[in-house]
C-alpha cells in the first residue's frame, strides 16, 4: 500500500526460521519485480520523468549500494542498525506529532545526497534502503502516486545493484535464488490488495500511514539490533 517496507519486512520475518545472509538475498527478485511493477503503472513515460526529476537520489544510492558492498566485512552491524532505527523511529514520532519535517527547495539537492547515501549504506549491508529515502520524500511533499513510483524506480534499481555487489560476494546463491521465485506469490498477491487500499486514501491518509509504516519498521530494526 505505501511502497516501501516489503523487503524490510520479509527479512525480519524470515530471519526467525532461516539464515539471515539467505534471506537477505532472497527478497532480490521480489523487491526487483514488485518495484517494477510501481514504477510502471502509469507507463514508462512517467517512470522516466520521476528517474530524471529525483537523478541524484537515485545516483547516490546506487553508487553507495555498490561501494559499501565491498565494504561490508568487519562492520559492527548491531550498533549500526540501532542507530538507524533510533533515527528513524525519532523523525516518524516526531513527525506523528505534528511537526512536520520539511526541506525548501534549495536544500533538495544536498538532502537527497544525505538520504542516498544512508539508503545506500544500509542497503549494501541488509537489503534495506527505503527508511532513509521515503523520510526524503516526504520532507519535500511528494505527492502520494509520484512517491510511489519514485520509490518504484528506486528499489527496482537498488534490487539489481544488490545482486550485481553481491554476486562476488556469495550472498546471491542458486538456493536463494529459486527461494526468492517461490516468494513472487505472496509478494504479487499483496501488490494486488495494497494497490485497491492505495487508491482509496487521500494524501493526508496515505503520508499518515507511512509514517506509522515507517514507526514500525524502525521498531522492528531496533529488535534486530538488541536480539540479533
Known amino acids: 500500500m505505501t511502497g516501501f517496507a516489503m523487503p524490510l519486512i520479509m527479512v525480519s ?37 520521476v528517474t530524471r526529476k529525483y537523478r ?74 527505503g527508511p532513509p529515502s521515503i523520510i526524503y520524500l516526504l520532507a519535500i511533499g511528494t505527492e502520494k502516486s509520484e512517491q510511489v513510483r519514485i520509490a518504484g524506480v528506486s528499489f527496482g534499481l537498488g534490487a539489481l545493484m544488490f545482486w ?6 556469495g550472498l546471491v546463491t542458486p538456493q536463494a535464488l529459486g527461494l526468492s521465485i517461490v516468494l513472487l506469490i505472496p509478494v504479487c498477491a499483496g501488490l494486488v490488495i495494497g494497490t485497491r487500499m492505495q487508491n482509496k486514501v487521500d494524501q493526508a491518509v496515505f503520508r ?3 509514517l506509522w509504516v515507517l514507526l514500525v519498521a524502525s521498531l522492528n530494526i531496533m529488535r534486530k539490533a538488541v536480539m540479533g
Open 56 to 129: 541524484v537520489l537515485l545516483i547516490t544510492t546506487l553508487s553507495m549500494i555498490y561501494i559499501c558492498a565491498q565494504l561490508i566485512e568487519g562492520l559492527a552491524f548491531q550498533s549500526l542498525f540501532l542507530l538507524l532505527g533510533a533515527v528513524v523511529f525519532t523523525v516518524s514520532v516526531v513527525q506523528l506529532l505534528g511537526f512536520h519535517l520539511q526541506l525548501k527547495p534549495q536544500h533538495h539537492t544536498i538532502g537527497a545526497v544525505v538520504a542516498g547515501s544512508v539508503a545506500g549504506f544500509f542497503g549494501a549491508i541488509a537489503g534495506t534502503w
Open 208 to 210: 499518515n500511514i507511512t
Open 164 to 169: 550485481v555487489a553481491h554476486h562476488h560476494s
Open 13 to 49: 520475518g524470515m530471519t526467525a526460521f532461516i539464515d539471515p545472509r539467505l534471506s537477505i538475498a532472497s527478497v532480490v527478485i521480489p523487491t526487483f519485480v514488485s518495484n517494477a511493477w510501481q514504477a510502471l503503472r502509469q507507463g514508462p513515460a512517467a517512470a522516466w520523468a
